[in-house]
C-alpha cells in the first residue's frame, strides 16, 4: 500500500469516527447512556424475574387485604344482623 493510500485511508476513518463521535454525543443529549460494565442476559433475565415476582408478590399482598376486610365486614354484618332480631 502506497504512502497515499494509507493517507487517505487514515482521513476517511478519521471522517467516520468523527461521525461516530456525532452520533454518540446526540443520543446522549436525548438522554441516553452507556453503560461502563457489560451486563450479561442471564443477569438481565434474573432482574426481570425479580421485579415479576415483587410485582406478582404486591398483588397477592392487595389480594389478601381485599379478602380479610371482605371477611371483616361479612362477620360485622353478621354479629349486627344478629342483634337486629
Do not use: F, P, Y
Request: charged letters at 40%.
Amino acid at each position: 500500500m502506497s504512502q497515499e493510500e494509507c493517507h487517505n485511508e487514515i482521513v476517511e476513518l478519521k471522517e467516520q469516527l468523527d461521525a461516530l463521535r456525532r452520533i454518540l454525543e446526540e443520543s446522549q443529549r436525548q438522554g441516553w447512556t452507556l453503560r461502563k460494565k457489560v451486563v450479561k442476559r442471564s443477569k438481565l433475565q434474573r432482574r426481570l424475574q425479580q421485579r415479576q415476582v415483587k410485582s406478582l408478590v404486591e398483588e397477592l399482598r392487595e389480594a389478601e387485604l381485599e379478602m380479610e376486610e371482605a371477611i371483616c365486614k361479612q362477620e360485622q354484618g353478621e354479629i349486627l344482623g344478629e342483634g337486629e332480631d
